[in-house]
């Protein structure tokens, strides 16, 4: 070591406020590091990370006093990059430089014991300064980002993730699982708390995104695996089987209607409401309006399987299924054979925004709801019976005679004259926290349901003011832009508020429902009959959200949404770096949060891959090949994939990609012959600070 | 005071209660609550800061300002009328100048006072009171006369009692009024 290069350390321990000076006498550590070697200063300010905290450190270096620098203060965690700085602004290499955490690690939680706080405050800046003699100066790294960004799911809040990418000249792949875009939003009737319709406010969103030159539009697709890191996601997504030839259909819909009786099924645009075809259009509005065949449901009319011969009538012609004869471009044909399994695409973007979105808990869980009556409905049915794309058309009438309803419209549409005879409801009843704030379901509420349960009694109170319209609440949660006055414009149009959760409800032998209540407010059991029961069933994580976080390597809450990063600071950003999420996967949330949130995650998105490359921390494992004895255990150890076994003359031996390797150190710490380094924690280096420590603690005893 | 649960049973049927404002009345109660007064009637959230300060709620009374207005909101009538909380009201005035959304339960209870009227459902004491309104010009009749001879005063106070202009004035407004119409006092 040259004299040029013998470490002179600067120790600066910073007060905090009274955060550290509350519990650590400062003063006398300061004079305690003074004598520690190497040290050639010491000194103490009240705040180390503001502005002349900073230039403290910074005179030292720039006077050449110092060359190696010692915070004593909080967290690396925040603070670790502020100082790195400082040393750079001055002149050193920042890796000249440590820090002891006296605050989070000594003074808060010692608190009430002072001398002994100070004691450990001596020992964490002896370490620091053991460690900083033998740091060594290290260079940052950058990786080449590419731009490319995967959006995964195509909801509202997919949707505005992908267009303001976009816009901003990002290339976006929008992967949606369903045949069509839209979301729940698409189901809903109109949007509170303005009473837009929803289908206005959104289908022009759908078009202008899949018609986007920067958007490659990929649905009833999912994610099958996901490799690599940020700046490099090596992304694998199964198309699914259509049955339908995408690039001949034009989404008439002849096919919809020739479908037989025996091959339909629950309807899931109209939540179950009505029964649709085994081929069918997700809606009518769908983006793009393709047809899908659900192979489930399918019955094979014409007793042929794609790809198999047809049977021939007596005069040889061919036997076709019904869709198969009614679609006038072909798209339906079953003579060519189709994967079942579709098809596997590799994708290679730098970073993926996860907007997947939520589902709405089943009432069947709801015993106490009397969930076998049909005229019990969660409140997205609801919105589907309201709505004029819904089953009745938006015609108001008990869910039990939808039925009814659907063969007078049949009889319309022939020609014939017939009159409904479905029973108009006279008494709507809400039930609020149904699955949320439930100890035996989900504990969180799902934030939108008082709202929704008040947009919906106010659209139809307005429409039929007749109807008698009561809300059960535990209590009213408003808390929005303009939410409060929305609920105010519903009591005073007379929808009754029960205060308190109903309890149970009965079906009555002719499809009406005892309601059974308590009401805080009258301190009385109440009840009544009611002709229709909305269930504000839970929002709840898809089924399959833990699967894809896994794939991501992102991480799920005890509800099951996905996890921020941090709650307030980093709400859209994930634990791997490169993956944001946004809306109702992320947890329970409106349309303006949802969208609010996805245009964050683009935006972070954008910041993050905008200049092309990123700085990287040289804090990572290298492979001394001479001492490697190939036996892989950090191979299986890696938890990012960052370890291979080459052949290097003609032996096994370690490799590690740089760009893979995130520092954790597992590595180095299981090394049987020491080969691997942790730059900027080598054995050296901790080694110090440990004896350093334990020497401390000899010498007491 | 009355039992103030009397009329109401135990468990509140909300069917019933608006069946029966449906079929036997020509207006929902709210909207004659409004009518009478309490104009601002359907703002009330409930939020219960108007019961906090209630001299009634607080001697315990069972249909105090909150709770009246909470049962006019699901339709509750017939329940109440034989409740005394509206005629013990004191007029303090204390909840409407509480009150968050400007309801005026004050006036909720005055207009209720007037809906009670209508249905004969008033206590005698009240009826005593306008009878006396009527003949003397003070709900709250004064007694004792012989100790104002004895102190030199005159029988009758210096009041619209003893002015027989302003009597007859008092009677004939009195007669233009809802009370004749209802026929609760002679008014010859």
Known sequence: MTAENKPRIGVYICHCGENIAGAVNVEEVRKFAEKLPDVVVARDYLFMCSDPGQEIIKEDIRKGLVNRVVVAACTPRTHEPIFRKACEDAGLNKYYFEMANIRDQCSWAHWHEKEKATEKAKLLVAAAVAKARLLEPLEDRYIELNKDVMVLGGGIAGIFAALDLANAGFKVYLVEKLPSIGGNMAKLDKTFPTNDCSACILTPLMVEVANHPNVELITYAEVESVDGTVGNFKVKVRKKQTYVDWNKCTGCGACLNVCPPKARVPDEYNEGLNMRGAIYIAFPQAVPKKAVIDPDACIRCSGRWFGEEPRKTKDGKPILAPCEKVCPTGACSRDEPRDPNGELIELNVGSIVVATGYRVMDKKHFKEYAPDSPNVITALQMERLISATGPTEGKLIVPSDIPKYLEWKKKIEKGKEAELEARKPHVITFVSCVGSRDERYHTYCSKVCCMYMLKQAMLLKEKYPDLEIYISFIDVRTPGKDFDEYYMRCRKLGIKIIKGKIGGVQRLPDERLLVKGYDAELGKPVELISDIVVLATAMEPNMDLKELARKLGISVGAEGFLKERHTKLYPVDTMTEGIFICGCAQGPKDIPDSVAQAKAAAASAMSLLAPGKMKVEPLISEVDQEKCIGCGICENLCPYGAITLVEVNGARKSKINETLCKGCGVCAAACPSKAITLHGFTYEQVLAQIRTIAAKKVVEV | ?188
């Open chain 2, 1 to 188: 005071m009355e039992l103030a649960e009397e009329g109401v049973p135990p468990v509140i049927n909300l069917t019933e209660v608006a069946e029966r404002e449906k079929e036997e009345f020509e207006e929902k109660v709210s909207k004659l609550i409004i009518e009478f007064g309490a104009e601002n009637l359907m703002a009330c959230m409930q939020c219960g800061a108007c019961a906090s300060i209630c001299p009634l709620a607080r001697t315990g009374f069972e249909w105090y300002n909150k709770k009246l207005i909470k049962a006019i909101l699901v339709g509750m009538r017939e329940e109440l009328l034989d409740d005394m909380t509206p005629w013990a009201c004191v007029a303090c005035n204390r909840c409407t100048e509480i009150c968050p959304r400007n309801v005026t339960p004050f006036e909720v209870m005055l207009a209720m006072r007037r809906l009670m009227v209508e249905d004969f459902a008033l206590p005698t004491l009240t009826i005593e009171g306008l009878r006396s309104l009527y003949e003397h010009g003070h709900a709250v009749y004064m007694t004792g006369r012989e100790a104002r001879k004895k102190v030199g005063l005159p029988e009758k106070p210096p009041t619209t009692d003893s002015d027989e202009k302003a009597l007859q004035e008092l009677k004939t407004i009195l007669k233009n009024t809802k009370l004749a119409e209802l026929g609760l006092i002679p008014m010859g």
